[in-house]
């Protein structure tokens, strides 16, 4: 319940302390800016997900006034995005018995409820466990299947199925139809394509005051209709209209006795996009409040997230995720606060209801050659190099998301992405040092050498990583190692310096200890810090250990434990030795 009082149910209230007249022509005018930006972008990621047009533009107004009202960043902008489409439409592809249109609902409805349960449970914080190799070879793969995939509308290729029906779809299944198909290449669309990539990049000169997508799309369309009065007849959304009507997508229904189907069928799609997006906000947000000097928190985005997809389930029908390109033009156009946002949402909006019938005069071709520049945005050279060249566990994640984005569905490629990742992780984390140490001349505890140790009867090893169920068989088998020799009769074992001790590791402790008694052996624990007393003694290892030889860390004096557990080890052996001594701090003597 802890997790849960943190969220707060509006901040956007402490973002408008002080808010001015001022504050709000900038959030006005960057609003302005990314609704001419939100529509054509809105209607680039419908054809991404095989939806159509008007929801992508209704996804990218809805998300943008809700996410606003609880997100605690001052540039991020909600919306349809290019992972997120992607993944709906080849989810479909790889199950085309599925509905897509009737099953979305349901699906936005999914997302959004995962995500407001993981902020509540602040899962967000796990994002950072995750490499960010994953994500660079996610986008890599997505960008090149969007690539693939928008290849035969850009050529106005017919390509049909030989069954008749519609099959998954994969990288090597839409190159091979492309290039097999090459002799029913649509010269008039291949040439709006062409013109369309050239004109973009051409306005992306200029600079970013240029609305280079929208003013390209404006272009075609007026070259569009020049060339189909002259007979050169190019596929345009001419039968597309915008009402209240078709902006509204049907509500989900949890009663039908289809709800239940639906949801087994859709939940795994549902979690992927969900982390996902997740991942997107968590890392865009971030990146936009470093350069702002403000602080986010991650979970109460993801908590605005969550809203945004449970109203796009009721008013849009499509996954909303963080635009990155979107939430860069507020940034740069001035917005501080998420008014900006909700300013952008309307204005997307109303301009859908009032100048929307426009679209229908706009080339199919076009808007695929748009989503191609997109997609080829996605692909960041210099981070794949990165990911590639800094270590082999970075280079081995990578190949292996990337070649997963390319052979299986995107929502199976995440999942194997990031558990290859996580394997690596536990596998770096699960090795602890441990090393037997001795007192030297000096008093200080030092790694002994071969033959030197004092007692040949007490070893003192010092465990130095994270003792947690990964690393319980190599924290075994390195201990029971060290009993091998013969005349060893007592082990103490320095906790000072390990972390995170769990069940598995404790109870490889307790095997311990009974395997070292059965043969007239003991063990003897030193440096205890209060977490692992803690660990200790709700596992009952403190009752198997005994409390006689359990001594606990101290702050000041590092040593002291181990000094004291010395001294219990001689007690147990029944000799005397000189006295030990120990690490002090001579500012601390007496004076005299």
């Not at 609902?105 to 490499?131: E, H, K, N, Q, T």
């Not at 992780?425 to 505890?445: C, D, I, M, R, T």
Request: positive net charge; charged residues 15%; contains cysteine.
């Amino acid at each position: 319940m802890a997790a849960a009082s943190e969220l707060d149910p509006f901040p956007l209230r402490q973002m408008l302390k002080g808010y001015d007249k001022e504050m709000f022509k900038a959030d006005t005018r960057s609003g302005l800016d990314g609704a001419l930006l939100a529509i054509p972008q809105g209607m680039a990621f419908a054809v991404v997900a095989g939806l159509p047009l008007a929801y992508g533009i209704t996804c990218s107004a809805v998300a943008c006034v809700v996410g606003a009202l609880l997100m605690s960043s001052r540039h991020s902008i909600y919306g349809p995005t290019n992972a997120t489409a992607f993944m709906v439409s080849s989810y479909f592809a790889a199950f085309p018995n599925l509905n897509q249109m009737a099953s979305m609902p349901m699906l936005v409805f999914l997302v959004g409820a995962l995500l407001i349960f993981g902020a509540y449970f602040r899962v967000a914080d796990m994002a950072r466990f995750i490499s960010r190799a994953v994500v660079v070879a996610y986008l890599t793969g997505a960008a090149l299947q969007m690539f693939a995939h928008q290849l035969p509308v850009v050529l106005g290729q017919q390509i049909s199925e030989p069954s008749g029906k519609p099959v998954a779809r994969t990288l090597v299944s839409d190159v091979h139809d492309v290039l097999g198909n090459l002799g029913g290449i649509h010269w008039p669309s291949a040439l709006i394509c062409a013109l369309a990539i050239g004109c973009y990049y051409g306005l992306k000169r200029f600079g970013k005051r240029f609305p280079a997508l929208t003013l390209t799309l404006i272009l075609m369309s007026l070259i569009a209709v020049m060339m189909n009065k002259a007979g050169l007849q190019v596929a345009t959304y001419s039968d597309l209209s915008f009402t209240w009507r078709t902006l509204l997508p049907p509500f989900p229904d949890f009663t039908s006795g289809n709800a239940s189907a639906q949801f087994s069928q859709l939940f795994g799609l549902a979690l992927s996009l969900a982390f996902v997006a997740m991942m997107e906000n968590s890392a865009m947000a971030r990146t936009l409040a470093s350069r702002s000097g403000h602080n986010v928190d991650a979970n109460q985005d993801m908590l605005s997230l969550g809203a945004a997809n449970l109203a796009c389930a009721y008013l849009s029908g499509m996954p909303a995720s963080h635009s990155l390109t979107r939430s860069l033009a507020a940034y740069e156009s001035g917005a501080v606060s998420p008014i900006s946002a909700i300013v952008s949402g309307v204005v997307c909006l109303v301009a859908a209801l009032t100048i929307g019938p426009l679209v229908a005069f706009i080339p199919k071709a076009a808007l695929g050659a748009m989503v191609i520049c997109v997609a080829v945005a996605l692909i960041n050279k210099r981070q794949i190099q990165i990911s590639l060249r800094a270590t082999g566990a970075d280079a081995a994640v990578f190949i292996t998301t990337f070649v997963a984005t390319l052979m299986v569905p995107l929502h199976v490629a995440i999942f194997t992405g990031v558990g290859i990742s996580i394997i690596l992780y536990l596998h770096k984390a699960s090795q602890p040092s441990l090393v037997e140490y001795v007192f030297n001349e000096e008093g200080n505890l030092a790694e002994a050498h071969q033959g030197g140790r004092q007692h040949p009867a007490i070893s003192i090893v010092h465990v130095e990583g994270d003792l947690f169920f990964a690393s319980a068989d190599l924290f075994r088998t390195q201990i029971q190692g060290s009993c091998t020799d013969p005349n060893l009769r007592i082990v103490i074992l320095r906790l000072k310096n390990a972390r995170h001790l769990d069940a598995t590791c404790a109870m490889a402790i307790e095997e311990l200890v009974r395997t070292l008694r059965a043969d007239g052996r003991d063990l003897i624990v030193s440096g205890v810090s209060k977490d692992l007393y803690r660990v200790l003694k709700g596992a009952g290892m403190v009752e198997v250990i005994g409390k006689e030889n359990l001594f606990p860390a101290s702050p000041s004096n590092p040593n002291l434990s181990t000094r004291n557990a010395l001294r219990r080890a001689q007690e147990i052996l029944g000799i005397k030795d000189a006295d030990v001594r120990i690490y002090y701090d001579p500012s601390k003597s007496p004076k005299p």
